[in-house]
């Protein structure tokens, strides 16, 4: 269906799941990304797995600043 609108339209299509026959495609970032962890339409390809990097960072974080060993001498102004 989407290749039979692009070729009679003499303006650019854009597609959301319409497949390949399109003149654009739209990925939301946060999508391609892999922040929305179980959001998977059939559409979506991630080229990052984001929602894990971001809990290990903020879990890493929490876990430096219990131990206080963050922020050091290095990271702090005098």
Do not use: C, H, W
Not at 11 to 39: E, K
Request: overall charge negative.
């Amino acid at each position: 269906m989407s290749e039979t609108i692009t070729k009679n339209l003499l303006i650019p299509t854009i597609g959301i799941g319409a497949g390949p026959n399109t003149d654009g495609q739209v990925l939301v970032l946060q999508d391609m990304l892999g922040l929305n962890q179980g959001f998977k339409p059939k559409f979506l390809r991630q080229f990052l797995n984001g929602s894990d990097l971001i809990i290990s960072a903020v879990n890493q974080y929490d876990q430096m600043v219990k131990e206080r060993s963050f922020p050091d001498l290095s990271e702090s102004y005098e």
